[in-house]
T-cell receptor, first 113, second 114 residues
Framework: GQQLNQSPQSMFIQEGEDVSMNCTSS?????WLWYKQDPGEGPVLLIA?????ELTSNGRLTAQFGITRKDSFLNISASIPSDVGIYFC?????????????FGTGTRLQVTL | SAVISQKPSRDICQRGTSLTIQCQVD?????MFWYRQQPGQSLTLIAT?????????ESGFVIDKFPISRPNLTFSTLTVSNMSPEDSSIYLC???????????FGPGTRLTVL
């Protein structure tokens, strides 16, 4: 089946630094989604990307849908302590008869003051 | 986005028993899903909950172990049957609303099996 490789697995950064993480797939997707999960909570949707090459921002977050449709990256600028959490990429492939979201392995972000 | 609630939020259960998790959405949604997240892991799709028909299960998950109901467009249940410690996980309800490609998650049910 499809697999999403997400890197890095974890990051320790200082407050104010920029963060970059990415996902690569063995297959193409129609949509790329980025989620953040806080401890004890469900994942929260941050950004959705719908077109190859699309670059989308949401506040300090910027994400891009790769031209090949097999990869995506998420950048966080000027990190703050509340950015701590686990970030998941997810690829969506809607074949018409089935709709399935495949998740990446996650990037654990820790921010130090 | 849809507001999704799950009950219970957490539970501790004995081996061999069953637990039913409820998922309620504040609006009608086209699709509902159930995921499992084992400790320190990513999310794995268990099944798609189909309204008015049997759920569609992913490889490795079977109806006898994880029976699912979806009586209407806003509610679904997942039962974890004959539990063992390996079933200790977070179980998450997820929905697709309007746009076919944006998917939202409930807060999860944290299950511990002793």
């Amino acid at each position: 089946g499809q697999q999403l490789n997400q890197s890095p697995q974890s990051m320790f950064i200082q407050e104010g630094e920029d963060v970059s993480m990415n996902c690569t797939s063995s297959s193409i997707f129609n949509t790329w989604l980025w989620y953040k999960q806080d401890p004890g909570e469900g994942p929260v949707l941050l950004i959705a990307l719908y077109k190859a090459g699309e670059l989308t921002s949401n506040g300090r977050l910027t994400a891009q849908f790769g031209i090949t449709r097999k990869d995506s990256f998420l950048n966080i600028s000027a990190s703050i302590p509340s950015d701590v959490g686990i970030y998941f990429c997810a690829g969506h492939l809607n074949t018409g008869t089935a709709s399935k979201l495949t998740f990446g392995t996650g990037t654990r972000l820790q921010v130090t003051l | 986005s849809a507001v999704i609630s799950q009950k219970p939020s957490r539970d501790i259960c004995q081996r061999g028993t069953s637990l039913t998790i409820q998922c309620q959405v504040d609006s009608q949604v086209t699709m509902m899903f159930w995921y499992r997240q084992q400790p320190g892991q990513s999310l794995t799709l268990i099944a798609t909950a189909n309204q008015g028909s049997e759920a569609t299960y992913e490889s490795g998950f079977v109806i006898d172990k994880f029976p699912i109901s979806r009586p209407n467009l806003t509610f679904s249940t997942l039962t974890v049957s004959n539990m063992s410690p390996e079933d200790s996980s977070i179980y998450l309800c997820s929905v697709v609303q309007e746009s076919y490609n944006e998917q939202f998650f409930g807060p999860g049910t944290r299950l511990t099996v002793l």
